[in-house]
């Protein structure tokens, strides 16, 4: 195990540690720290130019969808 320093304040460190603990997280901390850092920046920009042609997307308006389902 490896202890690294950051610079957030002492309050909130302890705060986000307690969190963890509570929740049992320390891996899933682990993964989006691995997440942040991932080795596949292509499959990261597919991703990103995919979302983005979603975004721009053709769509269909229903009457009542809203209200129906809220």
Same mark, same amino acid.
């Given at each position: 195990?490896?202890?690294?320093?950051?610079?957030?304040?002492? &309050?909130? %460190?302890?705060?986000?540690? /307690?969190?963890? =603990?509570?929740?049992?997280?320390?891996?899933?901390?682990?993964?989006?720290?691995?997440?942040?850092?991932?080795?596949?920046?292509?499959?990261? &920009?597919? %991703?990103?130019?995919?979302? /983005?042609?979603? =975004?721009?997307?053709?769509?269909?308006?229903?009457?009542?969808?809203?209200?129906?389902?809220?």
């Amino acid at each position: 195990m490896v202890v690294r320093s950051f610079s957030v304040s002492e &309050e909130v %460190y302890r705060q986000f540690a /307690e969190f963890c =603990r509570a929740r049992g997280m320390s891996k899933q901390v682990q993964f989006l720290m691995e997440s942040f850092i991932d080795n596949e920046p292509s499959a990261k &920009e597919a %991703y990103l130019k995919r979302l /983005e042609k979603i =975004r721009k997307g053709k769509f269909i308006r229903i009457k009542g969808l809203s209200s129906r389902y809220g």
